[in-house]
Nanobody, 121 residues
Framework: QVQLVESGGGSVQAGGSLRLSCAASGYIYSSGSMCWFRQAPGKEREGVADLSSGGRTTYAISVKGRFTISLDKDKNTLYLQMNSLKPEDTAIYYC???????????????WGQGTQVTVSS
């Protein structure tokens, strides 16, 4: 069974950058895709980015061109590089081991505990 632990969240001013990490224990490739989701206070959870088992990436329109999802297979770690951050990016960010994509996640998906990202104007 896969276990996920996120890190790298914090507070940053608008225009700044953060890199989130998701350390995975267990055989993550059996999960297929891996994703990042986020949830802001009072809002529904939304997909941010996904990485298929074949290496294809997809991004939410709101973050495309600013965020990059990547996987270090040697370290079994998923990353989310976030640049040009905006106050509306403020949320708890979750790492998900699929099945998932930016528009959907399976009830069988595994979630991390989340890491807070706060962007001030």
């Amino acid at each position: 069974q896969v276990q996920l632990v996120e890190s790298g969240g914090g507070s940053v001013q608008a225009g700044g950058s953060l890199r989130l990490s998701c350390a995975a224990s267990g055989y993550i490739y059996s999960s297929g895709s891996m994703c990042w989701f986020r949830q802001a206070p009072g809002k529904e959870r939304e997909g941010v980015a996904d990485l298929s088992s074949g290496g294809r990436t997809t991004y939410a329109i709101s973050v495309k061109g600013r965020f990059t999802i990547s996987l270090d297979k040697d370290k079994n770690t998923l990353y989310l590089q976030m640049n040009s951050l905006k106050p509306e990016d403020t949320a708890i960010y979750y790492c998900v081991a699929g099945p998932c994509n930016v528009d959907w996640y399976s009830y069988r998906a595994t979630w991390g505990q989340g890491t807070q990202v706060t962007v001030s104007s």
